[in-house]
């Protein structure tokens, strides 16, 4: 678990498509880097998007503000890719030669590293060596790397090496948890909650 308490990278309510702390729940169980990883997107009538899913601007996550989840600083970042292309029943595919797409990696306390992937092309706000705090606007929602359409990728792993890290089981503070509509009290989020910072 992380010994960190790190708030939802987002402000307004998502819903968690993959991610847990358990086997069955994971987003990657059999990816170090990824075993505890989530994948947030927001959802209105069960669906991710409106009207045609193939146009990438019909997403309801697609260009929403992404914040840093914990202080810390930049170790790294990329902003080289174009959205993958949606396809015809929405597979996962991957348009580049690295799966995170665009992404921001930061250092935080207690040798803790938070990922932010699949980011929009040219929003990122910060670069290499920034030092950024709770809440501070970072990046938008974009649709780069192995994806089916517009989401956050997040993850805290012990290590800056992607391929290398062990994911760690996210603590969250501050946050609520929905699920069919009530709220829930849960140590951990899963799939299938919808969550929220409590201050917005």
């Known amino acids: 678990m992380s010994k960190n308490k790190y708030h939802l990278p987002f402000k307004e309510e998502f819903f968690i498509e993959f991610g847990g702390i358990t086997k069955k729940d994971s987003h990657s169980w059999d990816i170090s880097s990824q075993r505890y990883a989530y994948d947030f997107e927001i959802r209105e009538n069960n669906l991710p998007y409106h009207d045609d899913y193939l146009e990438i601007e019909n997403y309801y996550s697609y260009r929403k503000k992404i914040y840093a989840p914990l202080d810390g600083y930049v170790i790294d970042l990329c902003n ?72 956050i990728h997040f993850q805290v792993q012990d290590d800056f090496n992607f391929e290398t890290a062990k994911g760690k089981k996210i603590h969250f503070t501050n ?14 989020v899963k799939n299938g909650d919808f969550v929220q910072n409590k201050n917005k």
């Not at 991957?94 to 250092?107: A, H, M, S, W």
């Not at 946050?175 to 951990?188: D, E, F, H, S, T």
């Open 80 to 151: 080289d890719y174009k959205d993958t292309k949606i396809r015809k029943n929405r597979p996962i595919v991957c348009d580049v030669d690295d799966v995170k797409g665009n992404y921001i990696l930061i250092k935080h306390k207690n040798n803790e590293y938070s990922l932010i992937a699949h980011l929009l092309k040219d929003s990122i706000q910060v670069k290499v060596g920034d030092i950024v705090k709770t809440g501070d606007y970072i990046a938008q929602v974009g649709n780069s790397g192995n994806t089916n359409g517009p989401h």
């Open 175 to 188: 946050l609520i948890i929905k699920r069919n509509g009530k709220r829930r009290w849960r140590k951990y």
